[in-house]
């Protein structure tokens, strides 16, 4: 073995084992997490209770993403006949139709609703609906909420404005969509609830996603608006 190849071997080596490391730190030594009240910031509640449970839309909706990413379901992106996934699987997007459920909504009949009143809306020239899956599917909900949420800063400093129960999608082609959590980091940026297959499902990663993939799109649900309009 020359003298380059052992180097290079090396240093890959250490490059590993940095990142291994790193990770750990990342995701299994505790943080600190704060509140909004540690930033003298007002948690907004819903005016609406939809499934008339006691808990607001807002706060519903971002409990069911906790209970969903408690469940930890293995990320897998299968076409699955019927619409709905197992539990135990899942990928972004369900997080976000399981958030909705336990609020009450069924997001999977709003949105194949509108497309099928609204089929330009959501397709190409040649595309086709298919209820199996549009649900599913970070795009459409970007023009679901696009149409039917309220359209917020995308600008993850102005730390008031972020909110339990908002709906955050990142990427230019939208491929990805997350909830916010109660919990907040050390500057008052809330964690976000989502499914990447990372091992920690609520994590302190909006900013991180912001400067991997850019925030598209930030939404407040508020039923009665909808209502309204239907």
Same mark, same amino acid.
């Given at each position: 073995m020359n003298k380059f190849v052992k180097y290079f071997l090396i240093t890959f080596i250490i490059i590993i084992l940095l990142f291994v490391i790193v990770s750990i730190i990342y995701y299994f030594v505790p943080k600190k997490v704060y509140s909004a009240s540690d930033f003298e910031i007002e948690v907004l509640k819903s005016s609406y209770d939809y499934d %008339? *449970?006691?808990i607001d839309d807002y706060t519903d909706i971002m409990l069911g993403a906790r209970k969903d990413a408690k469940k930890h379901p293995r990320y897998d992106s +299968? $076409? !699955?006949a019927g619409g709905y996934p197992k539990d135990d699987v899942g990928v972004c997007a369900d997080t976000v139709w399981r958030?909705? =459920?336990n609020a009450g909504y069924s997001l999977k009949d709003m949105?194949?609703? *509108? &497309?099928? %009143? %609204?089929? +330009?809306? $959501?397709? +190409? =020239?040649?595309?086709k /609906? *298919? &209820?199996n899956i549009d649900? /599913? /599917?970070v795009r459409n909900l970007k023009v679901f909420f696009d149409k039917y949420a309220y359209s917020l800063t995308l600008n993850p400093k102005e730390i008031e404005a972020w909110q339990p129960g908002d709906i !955050?999608?990142?990427?230019n082609n939208y491929s990805h969509v997350g909830i916010l959590s109660d919990k907040r980091n050390k500057y008052g940026v809330p964690y976000l609830i989502h499914n990447a297959g990372q091992p920690k499902r609520e994590e302190d990663a909006l900013i991180m996603w912001a400067n991997n993939k850019t925030i598209?799109?930030? $939404? /407040?649900w508020d039923g009665g608006y909808y209502d309204s309009i239907w």
């Open positions: %008339n *449970d006691g +299968s $076409y !699955v958030a909705f =459920k949105i194949d609703l *509108d &497309t099928l %009143n %609204n089929p +330009s809306d $959501y397709f +190409s =020239k040649g595309e /609906r *298919d &209820t649900f /599913r /599917r !955050v999608i990142f990427g598209t799109g930030h $939404y /407040r």
